[in-house]
Protein backbone atom coordinates (compact mmCIF):
# COMPACT_ATOMS: atom_id res chain seq x y z
CA UNK A 1 0.00 0.00 0.00
CA UNK A 2 1.10 3.65 -0.97
CA UNK A 3 2.47 5.88 2.35
CA UNK A 4 0.22 8.88 2.03
CA UNK A 5 2.77 11.03 3.45
CA UNK A 6 5.25 10.34 0.77
CA UNK A 7 2.49 11.07 -1.72
CA UNK A 8 1.68 14.05 -0.03
CA UNK A 9 5.56 15.13 -0.17
CA UNK A 10 5.06 14.04 -4.37
CA UNK A 11 1.97 16.27 -4.42
CA UNK A 12 3.80 19.05 -2.34
CA UNK A 13 6.55 19.30 -4.84
CA UNK A 14 4.04 19.30 -7.83
CA UNK A 15 2.38 22.50 -6.18
CA UNK A 16 6.05 24.06 -5.21
CA UNK A 17 8.22 23.47 -7.64
CA UNK A 18 11.44 22.86 -5.39
CA UNK A 19 12.70 20.84 -2.49
CA UNK A 20 13.80 23.28 -0.69
CA UNK A 21 10.21 25.20 -0.97
CA UNK A 22 8.55 21.71 0.07
CA UNK A 23 11.07 21.13 2.97
CA UNK A 24 10.07 24.63 4.39
CA UNK A 25 6.27 23.41 3.76
CA UNK A 26 6.26 20.56 5.72
CA UNK A 27 9.07 21.66 8.30
CA UNK A 28 11.02 18.74 6.62
CA UNK A 29 15.29 18.62 6.11
CA UNK A 30 15.44 19.05 2.08
CA UNK A 31 17.69 15.67 2.32
CA UNK A 32 14.35 13.99 4.56
CA UNK A 33 12.37 15.18 1.70
CA UNK A 34 14.48 13.32 -0.97
CA UNK A 35 15.09 10.33 1.04
CA UNK A 36 11.41 9.64 1.40
CA UNK A 37 10.64 10.78 -2.37
CA UNK A 38 13.45 7.80 -3.25
CA UNK A 39 11.67 5.86 -0.99
CA UNK A 40 8.08 6.45 -2.68
CA UNK A 41 10.35 5.71 -6.16
CA UNK A 42 11.15 2.44 -4.66
CA UNK A 43 7.66 1.36 -3.22
CA UNK A 44 6.19 1.79 -6.69
CA UNK A 45 9.03 0.71 -8.75
CA UNK A 46 8.82 3.57 -11.06
CA UNK A 47 10.49 6.51 -11.23
CA UNK A 48 9.29 9.74 -10.43
CA UNK A 49 11.94 12.47 -10.91
CA UNK A 50 13.94 14.06 -13.61
CA UNK A 51 17.44 16.46 -12.50
CA UNK A 52 17.01 19.03 -14.51
CA UNK A 53 20.06 21.45 -14.38
CA UNK A 54 19.60 22.03 -10.19
CA UNK A 55 15.86 21.15 -10.35
CA UNK A 56 14.30 17.91 -10.11
CA UNK A 57 11.17 17.38 -12.58
CA UNK A 58 7.90 15.15 -11.84
CA UNK A 59 7.95 12.53 -14.73
CA UNK A 60 4.35 11.58 -16.26
CA UNK A 61 3.84 8.78 -13.83
CA UNK A 62 4.78 11.46 -10.85
CA UNK A 63 1.75 13.45 -12.41
CA UNK A 64 -0.55 10.43 -12.22
CA UNK A 65 -0.12 9.98 -8.38
CA UNK A 66 -0.03 13.43 -7.79
CA UNK A 67 -3.74 13.73 -9.57
CA UNK A 68 -5.11 10.65 -7.39
CA UNK A 69 -3.08 12.66 -3.93
CA UNK A 70 -5.02 15.72 -4.78
CA UNK A 71 -8.14 13.39 -4.70
CA UNK A 72 -7.21 11.65 -1.38
CA UNK A 73 -6.60 15.21 0.15
CA UNK A 74 -9.85 16.29 -0.71
CA UNK A 75 -11.94 13.51 0.70
CA UNK A 76 -9.58 13.38 3.68
CA UNK A 77 -10.75 17.15 4.53
CA UNK A 78 -14.49 16.55 3.71
CA UNK A 79 -14.05 13.77 6.54
CA UNK A 80 -12.67 15.92 8.76
CA UNK A 81 -15.36 18.32 8.07
CA UNK A 82 -17.98 15.74 8.62
CA UNK A 83 -16.32 14.54 11.84
CA UNK A 84 -16.54 17.93 13.04
CA UNK A 85 -20.12 18.64 13.01
CA UNK A 86 -20.91 15.97 15.08
CA UNK A 87 -19.08 17.95 17.91
CA UNK A 88 -21.68 20.49 19.34
CA UNK A 89 -18.70 22.75 20.54
CA UNK A 90 -16.70 24.37 17.94
CA UNK A 91 -13.14 24.54 18.02
CA UNK A 92 -9.81 23.68 16.48
CA UNK A 93 -7.60 26.38 14.36
CA UNK A 94 -8.27 28.12 11.25
CA UNK A 95 -5.50 29.65 9.30
CA UNK A 96 -6.64 32.74 7.90
CA UNK A 97 -5.14 35.39 5.34
CA UNK A 98 -6.38 38.93 4.74
CA UNK A 99 -5.19 41.79 3.31
CA UNK A 100 -4.15 45.13 5.19
CA UNK A 101 -7.31 47.23 4.92
CA UNK A 102 -9.36 44.22 5.86
CA UNK A 103 -6.86 42.96 8.99
CA UNK A 104 -7.93 46.59 10.05
CA UNK A 105 -11.25 47.41 9.64
CA UNK A 106 -13.14 43.87 10.15
CA UNK A 107 -10.64 41.40 11.65
CA UNK A 108 -10.51 43.03 15.28
CA UNK A 109 -14.34 43.00 15.66
CA UNK A 110 -14.76 39.30 14.16
CA UNK A 111 -12.22 38.12 16.41
CA UNK A 112 -14.18 40.17 19.44
CA UNK A 113 -17.61 38.25 17.95
CA UNK A 114 -15.99 34.84 17.67
CA UNK A 115 -14.55 34.39 20.75
CA UNK A 116 -17.73 35.13 22.17
CA UNK A 117 -19.51 32.64 20.11
CA UNK A 118 -17.04 30.36 20.45
CA UNK A 119 -14.45 30.78 22.72
CA UNK A 120 -13.02 27.16 22.30
CA UNK A 121 -11.99 28.02 18.22
CA UNK A 122 -8.17 29.60 17.51
CA UNK A 123 -8.01 31.39 14.26
CA UNK A 124 -4.26 32.42 13.50
CA UNK A 125 -4.18 35.29 11.01
CA UNK A 126 -1.29 36.46 8.18
CA UNK A 127 -1.56 39.64 6.31
CA UNK A 128 -0.77 38.77 2.43
CA UNK A 129 -1.64 40.13 -0.68
CA UNK A 130 -4.66 38.54 -2.30
CA UNK A 131 -3.03 37.09 -4.97
CA UNK A 132 -0.52 35.18 -3.09
CA UNK A 133 -2.61 34.46 -0.29
CA UNK A 134 -5.67 32.29 -2.60
CA UNK A 135 -2.97 30.47 -3.94
CA UNK A 136 -1.41 29.68 -0.71
CA UNK A 137 -5.11 28.48 0.42
CA UNK A 138 -5.06 26.45 -2.79
CA UNK A 139 -1.68 25.00 -1.44
CA UNK A 140 -2.92 24.60 1.80
CA UNK A 141 -0.76 26.91 3.86
CA UNK A 142 -4.41 28.04 5.07
CA UNK A 143 -7.76 27.59 5.68
CA UNK A 144 -9.52 30.65 4.59
CA UNK A 145 -8.75 33.69 3.05
CA UNK A 146 -10.19 37.43 2.45
CA UNK A 147 -9.41 38.66 -0.78
CA UNK A 148 -10.81 41.36 -3.55
CA UNK A 149 -11.11 41.47 -6.80
CA UNK A 150 -11.39 45.17 -8.66
CA UNK A 151 -13.36 46.48 -11.37
CA UNK A 152 -12.80 44.29 -14.79
CA UNK A 153 -9.92 43.20 -13.23
CA UNK A 154 -10.34 39.38 -12.37
CA UNK A 155 -8.90 37.49 -9.77
CA UNK A 156 -6.67 34.62 -9.99
CA UNK A 157 -9.20 31.19 -9.88
CA UNK A 158 -7.93 28.11 -8.32
CA UNK A 159 -9.66 24.80 -9.29
CA UNK A 160 -10.68 23.45 -5.52
CA UNK A 161 -11.53 26.70 -4.26
CA UNK A 162 -15.08 28.14 -3.98
CA UNK A 163 -15.31 32.12 -3.65
CA UNK A 164 -18.08 34.01 -1.74
CA UNK A 165 -18.70 37.58 -2.01
CA UNK A 166 -18.62 39.12 1.49
CA UNK A 167 -19.27 42.84 0.80
CA UNK A 168 -18.90 45.89 -1.94
CA UNK A 169 -16.50 48.40 -1.19
CA UNK A 170 -16.44 51.83 -3.12
CA UNK A 171 -13.21 53.58 -4.11
CA UNK A 172 -12.67 57.77 -3.68
CA UNK A 173 -10.36 59.92 -5.03
CA UNK A 174 -8.14 61.27 -1.63
CA UNK A 175 -6.72 64.16 -1.86
CA UNK A 176 -5.28 66.53 1.12
CA UNK A 177 -7.12 68.64 2.97
CA UNK A 178 -7.75 71.85 2.19
CA UNK A 179 -6.33 73.09 5.36
CA UNK A 180 -3.11 72.27 3.92
CA UNK A 181 -3.80 74.03 0.89
CA UNK A 182 -7.04 75.92 -0.22
CA UNK A 183 -6.41 75.40 -4.05
CA UNK A 184 -7.51 71.52 -2.98
CA UNK A 185 -10.95 72.57 -2.95
CA UNK A 186 -11.18 73.31 -6.28
CA UNK A 187 -10.79 69.69 -7.00
CA UNK A 188 -13.47 67.23 -8.18
CA UNK A 189 -12.80 64.76 -10.43
CA UNK A 190 -9.90 62.63 -11.48
CA UNK A 191 -8.75 65.13 -14.52
CA UNK A 192 -8.02 67.75 -11.85
CA UNK A 193 -5.49 65.90 -10.05
CA UNK A 194 -3.94 64.92 -13.53
CA UNK A 195 -0.71 67.00 -12.88
CA UNK A 196 -0.54 65.79 -9.29
CA UNK A 197 2.07 63.62 -7.29
CA UNK A 198 0.36 59.88 -6.97
CA UNK A 199 1.00 57.34 -4.47
CA UNK A 200 0.03 53.72 -5.51
CA UNK A 201 0.78 49.97 -4.27
CA UNK A 202 3.89 48.38 -5.68
CA UNK A 203 3.69 47.32 -9.69
CA UNK A 204 2.03 44.31 -9.98
CA UNK A 205 -1.01 44.77 -7.33
CA UNK A 206 -4.63 44.57 -8.50
CA UNK A 207 -4.83 47.96 -7.25
CA UNK A 208 -2.26 49.54 -8.76
CA UNK A 209 -3.29 48.19 -12.40
CA UNK A 210 -6.97 49.76 -11.61
CA UNK A 211 -5.67 52.53 -10.62
CA UNK A 212 -3.62 53.55 -13.74
CA UNK A 213 -6.34 52.34 -16.30
CA UNK A 214 -8.55 54.47 -14.24
CA UNK A 215 -6.42 57.92 -14.55
CA UNK A 216 -5.55 56.72 -18.65
CA UNK A 217 -9.25 56.39 -19.05
CA UNK A 218 -9.80 59.72 -17.92
CA UNK A 219 -7.17 61.66 -20.17
CA UNK A 220 -3.68 61.25 -18.65
CA UNK A 221 -0.48 59.58 -17.40
CA UNK A 222 -0.16 59.81 -13.33
CA UNK A 223 3.18 61.42 -11.74
CA UNK A 224 3.66 58.13 -9.93
CA UNK A 225 5.94 59.41 -6.96
CA UNK A 226 5.44 57.23 -4.25
CA UNK A 227 4.73 53.22 -4.14
CA UNK A 228 4.66 51.24 -1.29
CA UNK A 229 2.00 48.52 -0.43
CA UNK A 230 0.82 49.98 2.96
CA UNK A 231 -2.31 52.18 3.05
CA UNK A 232 -1.38 53.73 6.20
CA UNK A 233 1.85 55.75 4.50
CA UNK A 234 -0.95 56.25 1.29
CA UNK A 235 -2.90 58.22 4.29
CA UNK A 236 0.50 60.20 6.14
CA UNK A 237 1.32 61.34 2.37
CA UNK A 238 -1.82 62.71 1.21
CA UNK A 239 -2.67 64.02 4.72
CA UNK A 240 0.62 66.29 4.31
CA UNK A 241 -0.53 67.43 1.05
CA UNK A 242 2.22 65.34 -1.15
CA UNK A 243 -0.03 62.64 -2.87
CA UNK A 244 -3.06 62.13 -4.06
CA UNK A 245 -4.62 58.48 -4.70
CA UNK A 246 -7.60 55.90 -5.44
CA UNK A 247 -8.73 55.03 -1.57
CA UNK A 248 -11.13 52.28 -0.46
CA UNK A 249 -13.82 52.97 1.25
CA UNK A 250 -12.50 50.55 4.25
CA UNK A 251 -9.79 52.85 4.70
CA UNK A 252 -11.98 55.51 5.88
CA UNK A 253 -12.29 54.18 9.39
CA UNK A 254 -8.83 55.98 9.90
CA UNK A 255 -10.44 58.70 11.95
CA UNK A 256 -7.33 60.73 12.46
CA UNK A 257 -6.52 61.23 9.09
CA UNK A 258 -8.54 64.61 8.11
CA UNK A 259 -8.85 63.24 4.00
CA UNK A 260 -10.90 64.33 1.73
CA UNK A 261 -12.55 62.27 -0.55
CA UNK A 262 -14.03 62.54 -3.96
CA UNK A 263 -17.02 60.46 -5.23
CA UNK A 264 -15.64 59.03 -9.03
CA UNK A 265 -18.19 59.29 -11.98
CA UNK A 266 -19.07 55.39 -12.19
CA UNK A 267 -19.22 55.14 -7.96
CA UNK A 268 -16.73 52.38 -8.70
CA UNK A 269 -15.95 49.28 -5.77
CA UNK A 270 -13.61 46.64 -5.35
CA UNK A 271 -15.55 42.91 -4.51
CA UNK A 272 -14.14 41.35 -0.62
CA UNK A 273 -14.37 37.73 -1.06
CA UNK A 274 -13.74 34.92 1.35
CA UNK A 275 -12.32 31.55 -0.36
CA UNK A 276 -11.64 28.19 1.00
CA UNK A 277 -10.76 24.69 -0.33
CA UNK A 278 -14.23 23.07 -1.53
CA UNK A 279 -13.31 20.06 0.85
CA UNK A 280 -13.65 22.08 4.13
CA UNK A 281 -15.95 24.43 3.23
CA UNK A 282 -18.58 22.70 5.20
CA UNK A 283 -15.71 22.37 8.05
CA UNK A 284 -18.17 24.00 11.35
CA UNK A 285 -14.83 25.99 12.30
CA UNK A 286 -14.71 27.96 8.83
CA UNK A 287 -18.57 28.52 8.81
CA UNK A 288 -18.40 30.18 12.04
CA UNK A 289 -15.03 32.50 11.06
CA UNK A 290 -17.32 33.06 7.58
CA UNK A 291 -20.41 33.75 9.56
CA UNK A 292 -18.78 36.34 11.71
CA UNK A 293 -17.17 38.16 9.00
CA UNK A 294 -21.01 38.63 7.31
CA UNK A 295 -21.44 39.95 10.50
CA UNK A 296 -19.07 42.52 10.80
CA UNK A 297 -19.16 43.68 7.13
CA UNK A 298 -22.66 44.41 7.57
CA UNK A 299 -22.05 46.50 10.09
CA UNK A 300 -19.75 48.32 8.32
CA UNK A 301 -22.09 48.80 5.30
Avoid at 143 to 169: C, F, I, K, N, T
Avoid at 225 to 235: G, K, P, V
Avoid at 277 to 296: D, E, F, K, M, N
Wanted: aromatic letters at 4%; hydrophobic letters at 40%.
Amino acid sequence: MLNLARLQILFELRQRGTLAEVAEALHLSPSAVSQQLSTLERETGTQLLRKSGRRVTLTPEAHVLCEHTDEILRTVEAAESDLATVSEEISGTVRMAAFQSVVLSLMPAMLTTLRAAHPQLRVTLTQHEPEDALERTWMRDFDLVVAEQYPHHAAPHHDGLDREELMRDPIRLAVPPTSRDPAWSDVGSLLDVRDAPWVMEPAGAASRHWALQACRQAGFEPDIRFETADLHAHLALIEAGQAVALMPDLMRSEARHTVRYIDLPDRPERTIFTSVRRGAQARPAISACRAALVTVSVRRC
